[in-house]
């Protein structure tokens, strides 16, 4: 029996890659929308109507990848742990900042900027361009890629930083903490406590302004990816059918959501919840245009809740907490609670295996080991949310769950029934 290589999974898959490709060509041509590259100007974002094309072109490239390298080579690209050395010190020495935009330098310059050794300089940086962060168009010379120069903002800097100088160390000593503290749910059992003698992620927050400063801007950046802009927020969720309504952005941080979605909503007022030290730095940065419909107010949220509102939003508050804690969080909402008001919260939702493609639940998968590294915490499934409110309180009602194709989080939403 002769072989027939068309019917091989490696062609099967190159075949459908170049059909794909073909289309997503096409759905950007149809947007006006220029071929992805590595130039460093190149759109970071895009458009809508690309997106499910695209997510398929990148699960069929991977897999065609994985197929062509032998098991102990997929194992050492997925675990590389070199990866953060480079980034760490890119992100620490604001190397891309030393790059001028659109133009070159040398690794004698920046080594005399950084004052590291320049031979140092040399093997992070040529470790880095093999991730296309930045790039040697002639020996000795560097430029920008679409990614380096994303680094030139200090937001998108320091959530690299935050990564590799937090997350890292904490998930290098995740698997320790799950020996010494079986299923433990307490944020000081974790990796993270593991390499900050015995603190919590919080303590340490507390305890040092510069590293919370640089954790604010590590949330920031998310809103700079296509998978956690705001946009997603503004969309997915039907804002003005609430029409005059008080918004609590409950641990809001810089409160950057919520004002975009004051920004778009106008019969939307929001209060902006936090620690002293947010409220502080955030207060006095409200736009003129929003004075009247926007405020930070200092409150804990495990403390009795003490505005009475109409939607009380979370936006990546419960994943950094355990079961236990969440609990109380959501309890600690109850004693302003009245009948109809929304508990709306902007989380993951986990998929089934292989539900969605297979890019994107790496990402989420990716993103639960983080939360059980840094905060003894877990991302959750549906089923997973609407178990831990009826659990905190059979008076909340599951509403709704809504999430465009290319968001990483979706709008989850339950109503306070206090008849029930």
Request: net charge negative; hydrophobic share 40%; charged share 25%.
């Amino acid at each position: 029996m002769s072989f027939d290589p068309s019917t091989s999974r490696l062609a099967k898959l190159t075949t459908s890659l170049l059909e794909t490709v073909s289309k997503l060509e096409e759905a950007l041509h149809a947007q006006r929308f220029p071929s992805p590259s590595f130039d460093e100007d190149a759109p970071a974002l895009f458009p809508k109507e690309a997106i499910g094309v695209r997510d398929m072109a990148i699960d069929y490239a991977a897999e065609i990848q994985d197929l062509l390298q032998g098991p102990l080579d997929i194992i050492y690209r997925h675990g590389s742990f070199n990866n953060c050395v480079s980034l760490q010190a890119i992100s620490r020495f604001k190397i891309a900042s030393l790059v001028p935009a659109g133009g070159k330098t040398t690794y004698a310059n920046i080594a005399k900027e950084t004052g590291l050794d320049e031979r140092a300089v040399r093997r992070i940086i040529r470790h880095a361009i093999t991730m296309r962060v930045f790039r040697e168009p002639e020996p000795g010379i560097i430029a920008h890629t679409q990614a380096s120069k994303a680094l030139t903002n200090p937001i998108a800097n320091d959530w690299v930083s935050c990564g590799t100088e937090e997350m890292w160390p904490a998930s290098a000593k995740m698997v320790e903490a799950l020996e010494k503290w079986p299923g433990s749910q307490e944020p000081n059992h974790t990796g993270f406590a593991l390499a900050n003698n015995g603190e919590s992620i919080y303590q340490v927050l507390t305890g040092n302004p510069e590293r919370a400063y640089r954790f604010s801007n590590n949330m920031k950046a998310y809103m700079l990816m296509q998978e956690y802009n705001v946009s997603h927020v503004i969309t997915d969720y039907d804002w003005g059918s609430l029409g005059h309504v008080q918004l609590v952005d409950v641990g809001g941080g810089a409160g950057h959501v919520t004002m975009e979605l004051a920004k778009h909503f106008p019969k939307i007022s929001v209060v902006v919840q936090d620690m002293e030290r947010m409220v502080e730095k955030e207060g006095s940065r409200i736009p003129i245009e929003l004075a009247e419909r926007f405020k930070y107010v200092v409150h804990d949220m495990f403390a009795p809740q003490a505005v009475q509102a109409d939607v009380y939003y979370f936006r990546w508050v419960f994943h950094n907490w355990s079961d236990k804690y969440c609990s109380l969080i959501i309890k600690a909402l109850i004693p302003a609670l009245k009948p109809g008001a929304r508990v709306i919260l902007n989380e993951a939702c986990m998929p089934d295996p292989g539900a969605i493609p297979y890019w994107r639940e790496k990402y989420l998968r990716s993103f639960d080991l983080i939360m059980g590294a840094g905060f003894a915490a877990h991302e959750r499934s549906i089923d997973e949310w609407k178990g831990l409110f009826a659990e905190a309180d059979p008076r909340f009602t599951f509403q709704s769950v809504n999430q465009s194709e290319d968001s990483a989080l979706a709008i989850i939403e339950f109503v306070w029934a206090a008849e029930k």
